[in-house]
Nanobody, 125 residues
Framework: QVQLVESGGGLVQPGGSLRLSCAASGRIVSINAMGWYRQAPGKERELVAT???????NYADSVKGRYTISRDNAKNTMYLQMNILKPEDTAVYYC???????????????????WGQGTQVTVSS
């Protein structure tokens, strides 16, 4: 009953910028925390950035100063502004939502985590 859909990925040259979006759909009451993760070929999925409902933000060291995470709680949407992109930023980027309260029919439910399907970001000249 809850879906996360990412958009905004693509091919960009080194030094360029991209903006990712993650829209959560469903009869959502609240989402505790949202985040971006990424997985490069042959590597494990890693945390990129997280943001709580109250606005507390955490970044991976590798993206600090280059990426900015934000969210619109009213729209259940999260964004990731990525600047000064590097080839090592190439990966599939996944949206994550934790602590989701939503309605299923007339029932109020709570789920711990949802993941989006991922969007490819490729940084190459």
């Amino acid at each position: 009953q809850v879906q996360l859909v990412e958009s905004g990925g693509g091919l960009v040259q080194p030094g360029g910028s991209l903006r990712l979006s993650c829209a959560a759909s469903g009869r959502i009451v609240s989402i505790n925390a949202m985040g971006w993760y990424r997985q490069a070929p042959g590597k494990e999925r890693e945390l990129v950035a997280t943001i709580t409902k109250g606005g507390t933000i955490n970044y991976a060291d590798s993206v600090k100063g280059r990426y900015t995470i934000s969210r619109d709680n009213a729209k259940n949407t999260m964004y990731l502004q990525m600047n000064i992109l590097k080839p090592e930023d190439t990966a599939v980027y996944y949206c994550n939502a934790e602590g989701i309260t939503y309605y299923s029919g007339s029932y109020l439910k709570y789920d711990y985590v949802y993941w989006g399907q991922g969007t490819q970001v490729t940084v190459s000249s």
